[in-house]
């Protein structure tokens, strides 16, 4: 089973800064395509962001392209999120997932029943 916490959320003004990690335990890290979702109270779970397993590879949901980052360090069994620019519209709990069918995978995955595991997610507030 692998573990996922995230961690590096909190409150800042628009057009700040934020970078979230999370750290996985448990299973083999570099086998695993990573992603972030967030989650706003009253919406559905939305995809932000996906890795490859190598790094090489990333995929955006339209709203952040050229504002967020994803990134990992398989070495320190780590991924990140560079949230830069922030928007009051980014407000939400941000949860870090774990696909580990990845290698059946014909593009990263953009939904939430493709990923396996789960974080506790970490909050973000944008404040205008």
């Known amino acids: 089973q692998m573990q996922l916490v995230e961690s590096g959320g909190g409150l800042v003004q628009a057009g700040g800064s934020l970078r979230l990690s999370c750290a996985a335990s448990g299973r083999p890290f570099s086998v695993y395509v990573m992603g972030w979702f967030r989650q706003a109270p009253g919406k559905e779970r939305e995809f932000v962001a996906a890795?490859?397993?190598?790094?090489?590879?990333?995929s955006y949901v339209d709203s952040v392209k050229g504002r967020f980052t994803i990134s990992r360090d398989n070495a320190k069994n780590t991924v990140y999120l560079q949230m830069n620019s922030l928007k009051p519209e980014d407000t939400a709990v941000y949860y870090c997932a774990a696909d580990r069918r990845a290698s059946l995978r014909a593009s990263l995955p953009r939904e939430p029943h493709e990923y396996d595991y789960w974080g506790q997610g970490t909050q973000v507030t944008v404040s205008s």
């Open positions: 890795v490859s397993r190598s790094g090489g590879s990333t």
